[in-house]
Structure formats: structure tokens, C-alpha cells
């Protein structure tokens, strides 16, 4: 499994971008699809984007997030990226890498084999 960590998550406001950055130590995710979810206070877990391996040449969202999210990987800095613009406050939520040993893209959770801890965003009105 490879080992996740990502970083940059904070308290913004309505409106503001962060971007959150998920590291990989242990095998390098190059022959991963990759994923970023989220779970919000009272809510299930949910997928907000997904990028394919190797080229990362295709990448999907969720209508909520669509347009204003962008999922993005840099295989030789072994590096995912999520860069999150107009955030809203139902945005507000722990934000999860995840990696997943398929071919081509993933936007089903239990195809993700290695998780990171987790970081939280918080968007205030």
C-alpha cells in the first residue's frame, strides 16, 4: 500500500480557494488512480474527484463541485493536488486522498486500497 498524507487544509472564508496537497511514501502512486473525498459533520463520505493513472488524462467531479474543483497529479514529484475555488460553506468537511491499484479512473470508494489521515477544511458564511 502506499502511504498518504495530505496537507493544506484550513479555515477560509465563503469565497476563498485553498488547495490541498497528498504525498505519497512507500510505493509511488504512478500506476494508481487517485481520489479525493470527503466526509462532512453528519455525512457520509463522498467522492469529490478522481483523476486516471499514469497521464491523469481524464479526471471527474461530482455536480456539487464541478467547476470549481480541479484534481491534478505530478507523477515525478509523486504529488496530487486538489485546488478547491468559490468555496462554499457546505464545503466544510475532512478532506481524503485515496489511492487506488486500478487501471484507467475510480469513483468507487471500495476500489481504494490506501488512505491518507485526512484534512480538514472548514468554510465560513
Known amino acids: 500500500q502506499a502511504q498518504l498524507a495530505e496537507f493544506g487544509g484550513g479555515s477560509v472564508q465563503a469565497g476563498d480557494s485553498l488547495t490541498l496537497t497528498c504525498t505519497s511514501s512507500?510505493?509511488?502512486?504512478?500506476?494508481?488512480?487517485m481520489g479525493w473525498f470527503r466526509q462532512g459533520p453528519g455525512k457520509e463520505r463522498e467522492i469529490v474527484a478522481a483523476?486516471?493513472?499514469?497521464?491523469?488524462?481524464?479526471?471527474w467531479y461530482p455536480d456539487s463541485v464541478k467547476g470549481r474543483f480541479t484534481i491534478s497529479r505530478d507523477n515525478a514529484k509523486n504529488i496530487v493536488t486538489l485546488q478547491m475555488n468559490n468555496l462554499k460553506p457546505e464545503d466544510t468537511a475532512v478532506y481524503y486522498c485515496?489511492?487506488?491499484?486500478?487501471?484507467?479512473?475510480?469513483?468507487?470508494?471500495?476500489?481504494?486500497?490506501?488512505w491518507g489521515q485526512g484534512t480538514q477544511v472548514t468554510v465560513s458564511s
Open positions: 485515496a489511492a487506488a491499484r486500478v487501471s484507467g479512473i475510480s469513483i468507487l470508494a471500495e476500489q481504494y486500497d490506501s
Open positions: 483523476i486516471t493513472w499514469l497521464t491523469g488524462s481524464t479526471q
Open positions: 512507500g510505493r509511488p502512486f504512478t500506476r494508481d488512480a
